[in-house]
């Protein structure tokens, strides 16, 4: 088995060479809710759903070293018209950061985090579903470094028809 030089285990890592830091201090579910405004009727009906799953991040700095990144899930599920459930779950994660070149924490706060913290959300999103009474739902996985790109393009475009 080899060992990664500098690895300080599974809860983050340091590159003794750079003097860079990751790691991940704490995992916690900010807020958390579900609405099933049309229970118990939506039961009563044929289950082919209309899905609807949005995701959101977002980053602050805590200090000179920490961050605090939150992973918002909303998802909505409609029958027609009629509103099923709505889920939305606000993971969030503290990780200390440190030596990271600017152009390099965009990334790492806006990919690399959230999808750190993606699978608690899911599962939380599933479990929810679940105790709502609604036959067990699973997001697929999600590519965090194509959707922080595809906004950073379009910020990108934006800012160039302004000025």
């Not at 995701?55 to 029958?79: G, I, P, R």
């Amino acid at each position: 088995m080899s060992e990664i030089e500098g690895s300080t285990g599974a809860e983050g890592a340091t590159d003794e060479s750079d003097g860079v830091v990751f790691e991940i201090r704490k995992v916690y579910t900010k807020d958390i809710s579900l609405e099933t405004p049309n229970s118990p009727q939506v039961f009563t009906q044929e289950w082919n759903p209309d899905v609807n799953v949005q995701l959101q991040t977002e980053a602050n700095k805590l200090d000179e070293s920490f961050f605090d990144v939150v992973l918002s899930v909303t998802v909505t599920a409609k029958l027609g018209d009629r509103t099923a459930y709505l889920v939305e779950v606000h993971q969030a994660g503290i990780f200390e950061i440190g030596a990271v070149p600017e152009e390099e924490l965009g990334p790492v706060l806006g990919s690399v985090c959230p999808g750190i913290l993606f699978p608690y959300a899911r599962e939380a999103v599933s479990d929810l579903i679940t105790r709502a009474g609604f036959q067990p739902m699973l997001l697929t996985p999600v590519n965090f470094d194509a959707l922080y790109y595809k906004h950073v393009m379009e910020a990108q475009a934006t800012q160039e028809q302004t000025h």
